[in-house]
């Protein structure tokens, strides 16, 4: 393994034609990206322009860490074929519905007859419905932490009718749309999205969310019909996969991919898992919290001391983070990229593409070069530099600061900060 030397990315110029400055919330959650509120999502323009740029109609193109599924739907409104992969079920789920098209009026027909049926069994025969829905729902204590009873109960009606429905895009959809109105519904502190109790909360009315959200999202969908082209829209199974699975086992034949596009989990990629608690309880994906972060990328409970990092600016970032707990993670965290990365450089054709958006950090006075890792892990594996954009942060859905002694993500107002992202890279690497 040769030793790179370390770029100064942070003295590269900001690259203002990738900051997308000129759009606004209603610019990037067009048709089907503002769903769900997701962490840490990057914009659709972004994921397009790489798209456009790097690969052809009807080349393949993946996302690894799709996440809320961004480079699936971009891929296919271009015409691509887009193979989305997470581990998070949540992120399935969301991705399978944002690029599913579904004729509206199936959509609206069923909302209609789901509020005649949900206005009978909320005002009408309410005990008998709520001791049927009790008995689907998961039985979990976090459930019973984080909703109040009455909220719970509502909930939990408006639940058991979504299941009902036989047709799996539509229970789907309404799914995603119950998973929206979840953390208004709950005691999460509402403007955190750190697990913040609320005990004097608003008191939202669940049907009248759900209701809303589901009209707002079939508005949305009828835009995505319109825009989606008619040949991606008519064959719609070939030209998208999504998977639930790990990055570092792509369920992908060799060199069939032309271009990879994604962000990849931060360091602290259990704190994800905490933002999709709601749902995933509802859902009956978590059962133990902490089993549910070990799934993710980076997880602390895993220990990688033994795994070689192909990088040796890597293991210079490790050794400054003494015998802590942020060691582990962060050496558990190179360790899994580098897995994803050499899944990647499999998947890929010669001479294909990955565009990687990451950012650079701070732990413990540390600093975590992210990108530069990465960079010289991908050199070490095969691949060489095409390009380096450095571009201003986004407005991604994660807390911009960090408590300089835990090195956890804090609010803003908080003492001993230090900004998380001030600005991020997209590394492009071809595949030799």
Same mark, same amino acid.
């Given at each position: 393994?040769?030793k790179?030397e370390?770029?100064?990315?942070l003295s590269?110029?900001?690259?203002?034609s990738?900051?997308?400055?000129?759009k606004t919330? +209603?610019?990037t &959650?067009?048709?089907?990206?503002g769903?769900y509120t997701y962490?840490?999502?990057?914009?659709?323009q972004?994921?397009?322009?790489?798209?456009?740029?790097?690969s052809n109609?009807?080349e393949? %193109?993946?996302?690894?860490f799709?996440g809320s599924g961004?480079?699936?739907?971009?891929?296919?409104?271009?015409k #691509?074929i887009?193979i989305?992969i997470?581990?998070?079920?949540?992120a399935y789920?969301?991705?399978?519905?944002?690029?599913?098209?579904?004729?509206?009026?199936l959509?609206l027909?069923?909302?209609k007859?789901?509020?005649?049926?949900?206005?009978?069994?909320?005002?009408?025969?309410?005990e008998f419905?709520?001791?049927?829905?009790?008995?689907?729902?998961?039985q979990?204590?976090?459930i019973e932490?984080?909703f109040? *009873?009455?909220?719970?109960?509502?909930?939990s009606?408006?639940f058991a009718?979504?299941l009902q429905?036989k047709n799996?895009?539509?229970k789907?959809?309404?799914?995603i749309?119950f998973?929206?109105?979840l953390?208004?519904?709950?005691?999460?502190?509402?403007?955190?999205?750190k697990?913040?109790?609320?005990?004097?909360? +608003?008191?939202?009315? *669940?049907?009248?969310?759900?209701?809303?959200?589901?009209? +707002?999202?079939?508005?949305?969908?009828?835009?995505f019909?319109r825009?989606? *082209?008619?040949?991606v829209?008519?064959?719609i199974? +070939?030209?998208?996969e999504?998977?639930?699975?790990?990055?570092?086992?792509?369920?992908?034949d060799?060199?069939?991919? =032309?271009l990879?596009v994604? =962000?990849p989990? &931060?360091?602290?990629s259990y704190?994800?898992?905490d933002?999709?608690?709601? *749902?995933?309880?509802?859902f009956?994906?978590l059962d133990?919290?902490?089993e549910f972060r070990?799934k993710?990328?980076?997880?602390?409970y895993?220990?990688r001391?033994?795994?070689?990092?192909? =990088?040796?600016?890597?293991?210079?970032?490790?050794?400054k983070?003494?015998?802590?707990?942020?060691?582990i993670?962060?050496?558990?965290? &190179?360790?899994?990229m580098?897995e994803?990365f050499?899944?990647?450089? #499999?998947?890929?054709?010669?001479?294909?593409?990955?565009?990687i958006?990451?950012g650079?950090t701070?732990?413990?006075g540390?600093?975590?070069l992210n990108?530069?890792v990465?960079?010289?892990?991908?050199?070490?594996?095969?691949?060489?530099?095409?390009?380096?954009?450095h571009?201003?942060?986004p407005s991604?859905?994660l807390?911009?600061t #960090?408590?300089?002694?835990?090195g956890?993500?804090?609010?803003?107002?908080d003492?001993?900060?230090?900004l %998380? &992202?001030?600005?991020?890279y997209?590394l492009?690497l071809?595949k030799?």
């Amino acid at each position: 393994m040769g030793k790179i030397e370390t770029l100064d990315l942070l003295s590269l110029p900001i690259d203002n034609s990738w900051s997308f400055s000129d759009k606004t919330i +209603k610019d990037t &959650y067009y048709i089907t990206h503002g769903y769900y509120t997701y962490p840490a999502k990057f914009i659709p323009q972004l994921a397009s322009r790489l798209i456009k740029e790097n690969s052809n109609e009807n080349e393949v %193109v993946v996302d690894p860490f799709m996440g809320s599924g961004t480079t699936i739907v971009e891929a296919i409104v271009n015409k #691509r074929i887009g193979i989305g992969i997470d581990i998070n079920n949540i992120a399935y789920l969301l991705a399978r519905v944002k690029t599913t098209p579904i004729n509206a009026s199936l959509l609206l027909n069923e909302l209609k007859q789901i509020e005649l049926d949900l206005q009978h069994r909320l005002n009408g025969n309410y005990e008998f419905y709520l001791k049927q829905a009790i008995k689907i729902i998961p039985q979990n204590e976090r459930i019973e932490y984080w909703f109040l *009873p009455q909220q719970k109960e509502k909930l939990s009606i408006i639940f058991a009718r979504i299941l009902q429905i036989k047709n799996e895009d539509l229970k789907n959809f309404y799914l995603i749309a119950f998973a929206q109105i979840l953390k208004s519904c709950s005691i999460w502190l509402q403007k955190s999205i750190k697990p913040t109790r609320d005990l004097n909360k +608003k008191i939202y009315d *669940p049907l009248e969310l759900f209701l809303k959200q589901s009209q +707002k999202m079939i508005n949305k969908h009828i835009d995505f019909n319109r825009i989606l *082209p008619k040949e991606v829209r008519d064959s719609i199974d +070939k030209y998208r996969e999504i998977y639930c699975a790990d990055s570092r086992k792509l369920p992908i034949d060799d060199e069939t991919v =032309s271009l990879i596009v994604t =962000s990849p989990p &931060y360091v602290t990629s259990y704190e994800y898992a905490d933002l999709h608690q709601l *749902p995933s309880l509802w859902f009956g994906y978590l059962d133990e919290l902490s089993e549910f972060r070990k799934k993710f990328i980076g997880s602390a409970y895993k220990n990688r001391s033994e795994a070689d990092l192909r =990088s040796h600016l890597a293991s210079e970032i490790i050794s400054k983070l003494g015998n802590s707990k942020k060691r582990i993670e962060v050496n558990s965290y &190179y360790a899994d990229m580098l897995e994803s990365f050499l899944e990647m450089k #499999r998947v890929l054709k010669r001479g294909g593409k990955a565009c990687i958006v990451i950012g650079n950090t701070e732990i413990k006075g540390v600093k975590l070069l992210n990108a530069e890792v990465f960079i010289e892990q991908f050199i070490n594996i095969g691949f060489r530099v095409k390009n380096i954009i450095h571009r201003e942060i986004p407005s991604k859905m994660l807390p911009s600061t #960090r408590d300089t002694v835990t090195g956890r993500f804090t609010k803003s107002n908080d003492k001993n900060l230090k900004l %998380v &992202y001030p600005s991020e890279y997209i590394l492009i690497l071809e595949k030799l």
